[in-house]
């Protein structure tokens, strides 16, 4: 689904108007968590936050990294203490 949401200044911010049919039921008071990767923002509840992390973890197939990194060189590491 795909809309345009309009972008305005709400005191010393900014917000953005996001359409009804983009939001469940009774979210109108949870908080939201948002990201920013390149020039794409994403805006999703907090309370899924986890939810959608172990989503994206399980999107792997069963053979991904199955021949590990492969031959890479370490890198010299600062030591810290």
Known sequence: MTATAKIFENGNSMAVNIPKEFLPKN???EEMCIKKVG???TIFPKSK???LFV???NG???DFMKDGR???LESPREVMF
Do not use: K, L, Y
Request: aromatic share 12%.
């Open 27 to 29: 979210m109108e008071n």
């Open 39 to 41: 020039s794409m923002i």
């Open 60 to 62: 792997f197939s069963e």
């Open 70 to 72: 492969g031959e890479e």
């Open 49 to 51: 936050a986890f939810d």
């Open 55 to 57: 989503e994206g973890i």
